[in-house]
Antibody, heavy 120, light 110 residues
Framework: QVQLQQWGAGLLKPSETLSLTCAVY????????WSWIRQPPGKGLEWIGE???????NYNPSLKSRVTISVDTSKNQFSLKLSSVTAADTAVYYC??????????????WGQGTTVTVSS | QSVLTQPPSVSAAPGQKVTISCSGS????????VSWYQQLPGTAPKLLIY???KRPSGIPDRFSGSKSGTSATLGITGLQTGDEADYYC???????????FGGGTKLTVL
């Protein structure tokens, strides 16, 4: 049973860089595209991007200029960096695993979520 | 403004059936797989349907999914008060090369 545990700073000032990490426990790390998704307060889900074990990435075009997703296969971890944050980046951030190795079927395992607040 | 369009809210009585629609285009729903998620307040989304109409292990058959053209539908039968939640559809958008979600539908079980 795969579990995802995520962590990172929860309070940032405008212009700082958001940094989160997600660790994968109990299953295979290779063969999947691992995603980051966020949810602003009271709003819907927004996909940020994804990475596979080889480091191949896809990013949301609306965030692409500020996002970097990286992978550390030795630790079964993947990370998110979002630069130049503003109040609009305040959200709960989730990492997630797809249900199958075939991309984009759906995500069946989610991290516990990290609340990130951007405030001066 | 979400790429996929869902009704903001739906409601029905306990024991009844409800459907939630998700409308898109040929670049997303029309040529990719649709998934549905249930989100209870303060919790992470939970996958209900993947690959248009398949249920993950542990999801009761009260939940069903279908797709036709550029639209998809989530059906829930035998409504329970515990089904009150926000529901989201999602799929890949080939033009954007990005996963996209609907704006979410709040289900109220009256």
């Amino acid at each position: 049973q795969v579990q995802l545990q995520q962590w990172g700073a929860g309070l940032l000032k405008p212009s700082e860089t958001l940094s989160l990490t997600c660790a994968v426990y109990g299953g295979s790390f290779s063969g999947y595209y691992w995603s980051w998704i966020r949810q602003p307060p009271g709003k819907g889900l927004e996909w940020i991007g994804e990475i596979n074990h080889s480091g191949s990435t896809n990013y949301n075009p609306s965030l692409k200029s500020r996002v970097t997703i990286s992978v550390d296969t030795s630790k079964n971890q993947f990370s998110l960096k979002l630069s130049s944050v503003t109040a609009a980046d305040t959200a709960v951030y989730y990492c997630a695993k797809p249900i199958t190795g075939t991309p984009h079927y759906g995500m069946d395992v989610w991290g516990q979520g990290t609340t990130v607040t951007v405030s001066s | 403004q979400s790429v996929l369009t869902q009704p903001p809210s739906v409601s029905a009585a306990p024991g009844q059936k409800v459907t939630i629609s998700c409308s898109g285009s040929s670049s997303n729903i029309g040529n990719n797989y649709v998934s549905w998620y249930q989100q209870l307040p303060g919790t992470a989304p939970k996958l209900l349907i993947y690959d248009n109409n398949k249920r993950p292990s542990g999801i009761p058959d009260r939940f069903s999914g279908s797709k036709s053209g550029t639209s998809a539908t989530l059906g829930i039968t035998g409504l329970q008060t515990g089904d009150e939640a926000d529901y989201y559809c999602g799929t890949w958008d080939s033009s954007l090369s990005a996963e996209v979600f609907g704006g979410g539908t709040k289900l109220t079980v009256l």
